[in-house]
């Protein structure tokens, strides 16, 4: 008489736990993410902080766009950091497929799979919030990562090769190489981790410098960012409660 294989038993309870480790995922992160919502909602008032979440995007960064920028420190100082645990990689992939579904829907599935890949991996790296980084892309491309601006920069998150040589150097790649998603996440990353290393973690001190602009002048593309990341928060958990 044949032996049972083992490998349809291991495969099966393989399968059992990825289900099981999902659905706690989902428990686990709505959890944490009406913590966030509540220690706000505490700091701000109920009313204040309705208006402020149900429009999602404020016009002015004014009492709605504070509320906003707070939701979306406690969630990306706090919430979805790949490196911590298997729960928080899950749902940062849902995140950044809810902003890819918001800014570029009609992008390939091989180049949705990519940027997903690289933005996990370079986020990871560098101690950053996937969905930070996916909106950073989102408010500088739309996830194009063929864009050029005025000023040439280039790729995913617009890098000025001029400004970061040494970068690319220790790379070993040229200004041509930013139109990789790889690299162009990449050296994007780089740069707003040492921004923010250098501003002692504040994110608009970090944006500014990015984006290359002081008080008022940066204050819509801070603002947008912020908010696509709390978009990305509400939507899956929107969903799935």
Request: proline residues 2%; glycine residues 6%; hydrophobic residues 40%.
């Amino acid at each position: 008489m044949n032996k049972l294989s083992p490998m349809p038993i291991v495969n099966l309870l393989a399968g059992v736990m990825l289900i099981v480790l999902s659905v706690h995922a989902v428990d686990f992160v709505v959890g944490r993410y009406n913590e966030h919502i509540s220690s706000v909602k505490a700091e701000v008032g109920d009313a204040a902080f309705m208006d402020g979440y149900k429009t999602g995007r404020a016009e002015a960064f004014d009492e709605v766009g504070m509320i906003e920028q707070r939701i979306m420190e406690k969630l990306i100082l706090h919430h979805d950091k790949t490196k911590t645990t298997a729960e928080n990689y899950i749902y940062s992939e849902k995140l950044i497929d809810r902003i890819i579904d918001k800014s570029n829907p009609s992008l390939s599935e091989k180049k949705r799979a990519e940027y997903k890949k690289y933005i996990l991996k370079w986020s990871r790296k560098y101690d950053l919030s996937p969905a930070f980084v996916a909106s950073m892309i989102h408010r500088e491309t739309n996830f194009n990562e063929k864009a050029v601006s005025k000023s040439n920069a280039r790729g995913a998150l617009q890098v000025l090769a001029k400004w970061h040589k040494d970068k690319l150097d220790k790379l070993g790649i040229k200004e041509k190489d930013l139109h990789s998603i790889n690299h162009g996440i990449h050296i994007g990353c780089q740069i707003i981790r040492q921004y923010l290393d250098w501003n002692d973690g504040d994110y608009r001190a970090a944006l500014e410098k990015y984006v290359g602009s002081v008080n008022n002048s940066a204050e819509g593309y801070i603002r947008d960012i912020f908010a696509m990341t709390v978009y990305a928060h509400k939507k899956e958990n929107e969903d799935v409660e």
